[in-house]
């Protein structure tokens, strides 16, 4: 059975339920009068699309002029391009942007872990092969907590490709790893069934909308909406699961990062990280260490949480905007 095939008739099925399903227009259209607004967003459409790669069909969103710079969006956990559903009209003015989920996320195929092996290193050979079939020869990344791992693969693989970072919220130092990840690292250590148990909790409606508030000093500019459609999708059958295989093979980054931080060393790509200082997951010091390997980047500790977009969203489509303007190449 291929992985096609066995992600339509397993538990992991493709259209998720009826939740998921009735909260994806507000989701992905909406912004809440309490949010941060679009940056110059006129007349920026939106498309949404699905790709077949290696038998897996990946979801993606796409906007703006197809011979503009190219900018891609990674996502982090445990949301998905949804992430990025008012920074993208705020870009696509200007920019070519590209945003996709990778597979059993957001609207991607969700294959059968039994038949599909859920690991970055997976993630980042299907987004390499979509920015491929798209025709992106060059672009700059966002990468974002899971994000991160996913584009600095892509980037380690293809240097010669990438024309900026930005980075939110994305580790690629030690420093990066504080108490929250102690009992993540004790199932990298072990691999047992108790340790990986003690994780599940990281799947509930609880500590998803923790992801989102914590760290924010206005809860009511948080909409609502986002950690319900992530718990939505995330409570589809067996989906829990590829979220604890995730959680162990996050063990592999960690082995990543001499060469990622190799990287940045000798390729010097411009950088510009805006980070929510208040973060537990990725706190500020991982941000700092950046500039240990990107000494020219410019850094934004912004007063907010793990999820800056969503609290902080308009500043940083501006500081986006001005960082692309200046550093991405017009061909």
Not at 46 to 57: C, K, L, M, S, V
Request: charged share 25%.
């Amino acid at each position: 059975m291929n992985a096609k095939s066995s992600s339509r008739n397993s538990a992991g099925h493709k259209k998720g339920p009826a939740l998921a399903a009735a909260l994806l227009v507000p989701a992905m259209a909406t912004l809440s009068a309490s949010a941060s607004p679009p940056v110059n967003s006129a007349d920026a459409t939106i498309t949404y699309d699905t790709a077949n790669i290696e038998g897996i069909d990946v979801f993606y969103r796409e906007a703006g002029p197809k011979d503009a710079p190219v900018v891609v969006l990674l996502h982090g956990f445990p949301t998905s391009s949804n992430m990025f559903r008012n920074l993208i009209p705020a870009l696509a003015q200007n920019y070519r942007v590209i945003a996709p989920d990778y597979p059993g996320f957001g609207q991607s195929e969700v294959p059968d872990r039994q038949h599909y092996r859920y690991t970055f290193d997976g993630f980042a050979d299907l987004v390499d092969k979509l920015l491929v079939r798209l025709g992106a020869q060059r672009y700059a990344l966002y990468v974002m907590d899971y994000g991160a791992p996913v584009g600095y693969r892509i980037a380690i693989k293809h240097p010669e490709r990438v024309t900026a970072l930005v980075v939110q919220n994305g580790n690629a130092y030690s420093e990066g790893l504080e108490e929250f990840w102690d009992p993540i690292k004790a199932y990298w250590a072990s691999g047992s069934k108790e340790h990986r148990e003690a994780l599940r909790s990281a799947t509930t409606l609880e500590a998803i909308r923790w992801q989102y508030t914590d760290g924010v000093k206005d809860v009511s500019r948080i909409d609502p909406t986002t950690w319900t459609y992530d718990h939505a999708l995330l409570d589809r059958p067996g989906n829990a699961e590829i979220q604890l295989d995730l959680f162990y093979d996050y063990r592999t980054n960690l082995d990543l990062y001499p060469r990622v931080q190799a990287f940045f060393r000798e390729h010097q790509p411009p950088a510009l990280i805006v980070w929510g200082a208040n973060d537990k997951i990725f706190p500020a010091a991982g941000a700092r260490a950046y500039l240990r390997d990107l000494p020219k980047a410019e850094l934004h500790l912004l007063d907010t949480g793990h999820f800056a977009l969503e609290d902080k969203g308009h500043e940083i489509a501006r500081l986006m905007l001005d960082f692309f303007d200046r550093k991405l190449p017009r061909e």
